[in-house]
C-alpha cells in the first residue's frame, strides 16, 4: 500500500496530499492520472497528478470533498495507507515549444494544470496562466504556479482577489494584446466550453482536459463516453485531453447530470 507522508488543506473542501509511489514518480507525465481505492470496498476513483518527485518517490495528488468517496480521502492523516493506487494512466499532454501558451485553469482544475505550466515552459515557451475561481479562498496553487509561468493572471467572480470577472474575460485581456499560439483550459466543463467557444472565434488552437467525466478510468465502464469530432471517444484511454474546438460539450454537460 501506498503510504500518505503530507497532508495539507489548501481550502476547506479541498485538501493536498503527498503520497509515497516511486515507480509512478519516476515514470509520470504532465496529463497523466492515477486511480485511488480507499477500503477494500472503496470506489475507483481517477486524480490527476498534480505533481511528482522522483527522488523522494513521491506524487501529489489535489482531491475536493464533494462526496463519500473523496470525503473518506479526505478524512486520512498522514502515516495512513491508500489502499490501492494505480497509475500513470491515460495519455500524456503533448509538450513542444508552440511560442506563447495560455493556461486557463478554473478551480480544482488548477491542480492538473500545473504540471503542464511546468512542461511548456521547459520546452521554451512562454507561458501566461490564467487562474479563476468563485473567491479568494478558492484560488489553489499560485504560488507554485507562478515558479514556472512567465505571467498569472487571477480572475475571481466576486472580485476578492486578482480581477473580477470570469475566466474568459482574462484570456481574452491576452488575446487581445498579443498572439497567442495554443490555449490549454482544465476546470469545470461549462467553463471549458467558453474558453473553447472564446478561442474558436480567434481562431486559437486549444486542448481541454475532459478528466472530471471519468469513473472507472479502464475504458471499460463507458461512463466517460464524449463525442469529439462527430466520433465517440473514451476519456480515460484515449485522452483525457482533446481538441477542444471539436467536442460537444452539450452532450458531455448533459451527461455530467447522471451523477447528480
Not at 464533494?66 to 499532454?93: Q, R
Amino acid at each position: 500500500m501506498n503510504k500518505i507522508v503530507g497532508k495539507e488543506y489548501l481550502s476547506d473542501k479541498v485538501v493536498k496530499f503527498e503520497i509515497e509511489a516511486p515507480l509512478i514518480a519516476k515514470s509520470r507525465k504532465a496529463g497523466h492520472f492515477v486511480i485511488v481505492r480507499i477500503g477494500k470496498k472503496g470506489e475507483r476513483v481517477p486524480y490527476t497528478i498534480a505533481s511528482a518527485d522522483p527522488q523522494k518517490g513521491t506524487i501529489t495528488l489535489v482531491v475536493q470533498n464533494v462526496g463519500k468517496s473523496s470525503g473518506k480521502f479526505c478524512e486520512l492523516n498522514v502515516g495512513d495507507y491508500i489502499t490501492d493506487l494505480v497509475g500513470p494512466l491515460g495519455k500524456a499532454t503533448h509538450i513542444e515549444n508552440f511560442g506563447t501558451v495560455v493556461c486557463a485553469g478554473g478551480g480544482v482544475g488548477i491542480a492538473p494544470m500545473l504540471p503542464i505550466i511546468e512542461a511548456m515552459k521547459k520546452a521554451g515557451n512562454k507561458v501566461i496562466a490564467v487562474l479563476a475561481a468563485r473567491t479568494k479562498e478558492l484560488v489553489i496553487l499560485e504560488n507554485e504556479v507562478r515558479q514556472f509561468a512567465d505571467e498569472v493572471i487571477i480572475m475571481t467572480d466576486d472580485g476578492s482577489y486578482g480581477k473580477k470577472g470570469l475566466i474568459t474575460n482574462g484570456v481574452e485581456e491576452v488575446i487581445q494584446r498579443e498572439k497567442v499560439d495554443l490555449c490549454v483550459t482544465i476546470g469545470p466543463a461549462i467553463m471549458m466550453k467558453f474558453v473553447s467557444e472564446l478561442t474558436k472565434k480567434y481562431n486559437i488552437q486549444t486542448i481541454a482536459s475532459l478528466n472530471t467525466i471519468m469513473v472507472d478510468g479502464t475504458g471499460m465502464c463507458g461512463a466517460c463516453r464524449v463525442t469529439v469530432g462527430g466520433k465517440t471517444k473514451f476519456v480515460c484511454v484515449d485522452g483525457p485531453e482533446f481538441d477542444a474546438h471539436q467536442v460537444d460539450f452539450d452532450e458531455m454537460l448533459m451527461r455530467l447530470k447522471a451523477y447528480n
